[in-house]
């Protein structure tokens, strides 16, 4: 497994059309990736408009932006075994290629601004468990803060923005079934 600078993923993809997404993938980077990343394309309406690897990847009309290549390169030259997956502010979250070769999910996440000498931090087991658990802990601050005595005025928490948090966490509590689900069926053929 030798990993492949952006702009070789890109120029793979595009010699790769007409393929299925997971042949696209191993393809492209030389790992099956697991069964979670489908699920997240299949059912994230988010992945459907993704600027970031393996994501973009696979949409048939894909034409990633000199400034999001740019971006892919930062992280490939930090660590070129990363997969940026997913972006929140100043955090990619990523999978490492090595532990994709072995079957195993783990998450990473490394910050933008201090691509550099860092390591880069193992934050999960697994792509939607790290969300799925950030999308707790943002809704428990949001309860918390709307029942707050201090939650008035400028910058204050609605009770539209708690229930949307929690229809976040109901999302990949939606996405961690499916995947059970896909996995159960997958044990059994």
Known sequence: MTPRSPAELVACARECRGLERRALLRTCYGVDFPEETFVALDLDPDKATSNLLPWVLVRPDFAPSPAWLELWERVFAHDPLLVPLDRKWDDFLCYRLDELAVGRTTV??????????QPTERVGESYLAVHHARAVNAAAHAEAEWRSPYNQGAG??????VDWRHSVVAQYETLLRELEQRMIVARTV
């Open 108 to 117: 990473f996440s490394v910050d933008d601004h201090e691509l550099g000498p």
């Open 156 to 161: 204050s928490i609605d009770r539209e923005e």
